[in-house]
């Protein structure tokens, strides 16, 4: 269940009778609990409490009782040695009249009416395991509020379903936007009188809903009229009293969508919630999500955190705002300067969704601002900084309205705080025309044309929020040459999710600029775009990006392309959790990037610790897998150098499966047929290995063809072998129909024995899986094999510091690591290895099996399950712990810190490889030229 999902039932189970007996089952049922849960607990089962209650281990401890008794027992579940044997993260009371609850762990407390505890709906979420950041847990309205308009707007569709459809959606999505206002505004005295909204549509429609539509459009009609027109449009006295509104919003159509009773009654429930407490700058991502079909069955996920939103917008240009407003000291010049400069500066959000990043920007803005003012005495002056300044592209035209509309809401809020309500009402009505957010495709549009480099007036204005074209939009609003700062959270999306629009989209971008941009992923196009738009004016930028393209083949594809812009990394945060409220926090792995025009001047690198706490490290510079080092790009090496094994891909039968056999087969046909058995070997591909799976294949030297023909089963198999082979539409397979007998590509086979290297492997597990075959074991083409190579070998590819290299140079195949032999194993720095240093490893490799095999029959995916590793298998844990060590050791004298530290050195070594054997290629070049 996610967050909306579970609001919903918990105010479903506070509307009804309190059941003393049944409260703590159904109270975790609202939580996600699944029935056979429920069932284990009300038996006894799974139930550890000693007071009577309901005790679920490592969550809660629930008790009801008598009326007038919550206090004792909250204390008495507080005390209860079950309570800590279980580890309890939280207790409850409750006698259906009051109820307590408090977080064991964090001390935080509930204390309320029964009725009420749905709205501290967010303090329980970690009982539905979504980690979740403190503002929702303290304010939980925008969940709320979410949950009923989606109510309300699944009841409206039913009775008209028109509405739902291509045609009319956009109609439905303008309501929304309305319905949203209204309700904000009547809490907020932008009405005059509380609930005006609301308590109008209940006192004016009939309870039957008959009317309700009419009695909202008139209402509508009403704040998109000014006095003068009001008398002659003839709209009836209890409408008068809105205020004229414009801006837009109730331009346009003022169809409404008819009600029934209980879309009414939503209607009037969603208005009894206090809008005082709404968000702009969650809202709108969670509120979109009931506008989109395709987004509705997420309801709730939608939420992005402030402090992840920060992570962009701080190093890209808040940290320095508020760096020089500590260096104005109470200096009230330089504090002038400093709100001038703000005054100019353009927040531009090229993918801006609902406006989440432009809201925040906003806010952090104001309150610097007002800092300034406070500080030189001027806490009442209207703020200088215009929403007109935070421009956004969104291609869906709903959530570019509820951007503008967060943005509104936004200034209103922040006027009150810093100004008052007074002075924030004098100047919020009418609302202005302009229209910021533009609704069309960034990758199509000129950012040049939305977000100039300086300007001297409106151009666009719009009488229609929703109606105005927008599609190459020239706003151009007074701002005369400030800084931009481009951000946000573009689509992701790799090469191959892409729709043919969005390859359109790339194509649009990147042909005839850059080789192979078709296995780029989306957000590439944002990167470049924003280099492109830095050549031309002042500004830096800073996206949310899959780590995909600082990894692997897109680093050479795409990078080289932004430094030649004469662009740089200012700043950039290692791989993290872009989380949300889906249960167990759900969410991609991401970076971020931030660009800059060449400087110079230190650069700042973000990764998190082990405890979640972030590092902060100042570069030189920041190359493009991430790491402190030099711009460098790692190319495919096509052979081993001299200091290691070579690796080659495993053996390709293409053969229709007719020379492979199984386990069943094998078993079965050698009963029958005594020949067949001594043609078979052993066949091990990624997925045999990691699972501990039998198959088997026919291996069949040249030199004893004859004998394996004369059995009746092996003749079988090559001859479909031969017809499949013949029917392939690839001339070099039908070439080997004359050869049935052998695979198509034989790699290499062992003569001792052989290393089986998987192709991809779970980012999950914290070492590459490689092991140990006998010479007889022919490896699969869905590996990697080394022959006949000392055991060493195996210690390399096992070690963490193997695994960060693989991660970065080769990157990822969706989650999973995608090994490759010419781009991570012949690239891999190795330092000069001592005859001690090569004993040493071969003592760990051997660890490594040996504790691998005390826990046989445990598959490798057993083995290094990440949730297993450390508590069932500490062996084998160990044994790579003392790999690691001795590894690292080679390299730096000492265990290395972190991951960062590890991949900075490899690329130092990296880096002076490059620079050895560019040395060597010219002096072998000269030395040539001199014998010539």
Known sequence: MNAVEIEQAITDLAEQPFDRQNFPYAFLEAFGNKETTIKRLRTGASNKSDLGGVLQTNNVHILTCETGQVAETLSALKESPATAKAKA???????????????????????????DFPDHFGFFLPLAGITTVREISENAFD???????????????????????????????????????????????????????????????????????????????????????????????????????????????????????????YLLHIGSLDWTKINPDIFGSMIQ???????????????????????????????DLRAKLADAGENPRTLLNLRRRMAKIRVFDPACGSGNFLVIAYKE???????????????????????????????????????????????????????????????????????????????????????????TGVQLRGNDLFATPLAQA?????????????????????????????KSDLKRVFDGRIDGWKSLDYVSAWLMKAADYGMRTNAASAFVATNSVCQGQQVPILWPAIF???????????????????????????????????????????????????????CNNINPYLVDGPNLVVEVKRSASA????????????????????????????????????????????????????????????????EAARSPLIAQRLGAVRKMRLASKAASTRDFAKVPYRFVQIQGTAHRGSFIIPRHSSERRS????????????????????????LWTLALIASRLHLVWIAAVCGKLKTDYRYSNTLGWNTFPIPTLTDKNRSDMDCAAAEILLARESYYPATVAELYDPERLGSEFIQLQEAHLHNDEIVERIYIGRRFKNDTERLEKLFEIYALTLKRNAVQETTGAREGASRW
């Open 474 to 502: 020239q706003i151009d609003f007074e701002n005369e040459g400030g800084e931009t700062y481009i951000c946000g959270n573009p689509p992701y999306l790799g090469n191959k999710l892409q729709s043919d629009q969005q």
């Open 89 to 115: 993260k939280f207790v409850l009371a409750t006698d259906g009249v009051d109820f307590e609850a408090e977080d064991l762990a964090g001390g935080g407390t509930v204390a309320c009416a029964y009725g």
């Open 289 to 319: 999500a009931v506008a989109e079909d395709d987004e509705r069955g997420a309801l709730g996920m939608h939420y992005t955190s402030v402090p992840n939103i920060l992570k962009v917008l701080n190093p890209l240009f808040l940290d």
């Open 143 to 265: 969940i709320r509020a979410t949950s009923r308009l989606n109510r309300l707007y699944v009841e409206l569709l039913k009775d008209n379903p028109e509405w739902g459809t291509a045609a009319r959606r956009t109609d439905m999505n303008h309501f929304m936007a309305r319905l949203i206002f209204c309700f904000f505004a009547e809490d907020t005295d932008i009405f005059s009188g509380k609930r005006l909204f609301t308590d109008t549509i209940a006192q004016m429609s009939a309870k039957d809903s008959s009317n309700t539509d009419e009695v909202v459009s008139t209402l509508f009609r009403a704040m998109n009229a000014t006095d003068e027109e009001r008398e002659r449009l003839g709209l009836p006295r209890w409408s008068t009293s809105f205020p004229y509104v414009n801006g837009g919003l109730f331009s346009g159509s003022m169809d409404v969508p008819r009600f029934s009773r209980i879309a009414r009654s």
């Open 564 to 618: 030649a812009s004469g662009h740089e990394i200012n700043f950039g945060h290692t791989s993290f959790k872009w989380a949300n409220l889906a249960g167990h926090n759900a969410g991609v792995i991401v970076i971020i990037v931030g660009l800059g025009q060449t400087s110079g001047r230190k650069k700042r690198l973000y990764s998190l610790d082990v405890d979640g706490s972030t590092r902060e490290k100042v």
């Open 365 to 455: 803005m104001r309150a610097i601002e007002a800092e300034i003012n406070k500080r030189r005495g001027e806490p009442d002056i209207r703020s200088e900084i215009p929403l007109t300044n935070f421009r956004g592209i969104e291609i869906r035209d709903f959530p570019a309205e509820i951007a503008r509309l967060a943005l509104v809401i936004a200034e209103y809020q922040c006027d009150v705080l810093y100004r008052g309500q007074k002075l924030a009402l004098a100047h919020f009505l009418p609302l202005r025309a302009e229209n910021w957010i533009t609704c069309g495709n960034a990758l199509h549009l000129d950012w040049l044309s939305i977000c100039p480099p300086t300007g």
């Open 643 to 706: 200091d290691r094994p070579t690796m080659l891909f495993g053996n390709m039968p293409r053969d229709g499966g007719h020379l492979l056999v199984s386990q069943e087969e094998k078993e079965a046909e050698n009963a029958h047929d005594p020949v067949f058995a001594k043609f078979l070997k052993r066949f091990a591909g990624s997925e045999d290995f990691i699972h501990g799976r039998a198959r088997f294949c026919l291996w069949i030297e040249p030199d004893l063809l004859d």
């Open 767 to 790: 070492f590459l899986p490689v092991g140990l075959l006998d010479a007889s074991t022919i490896v699969a083409d869905s590996a990697f094999a080394i022959y006949d190579a000392p």
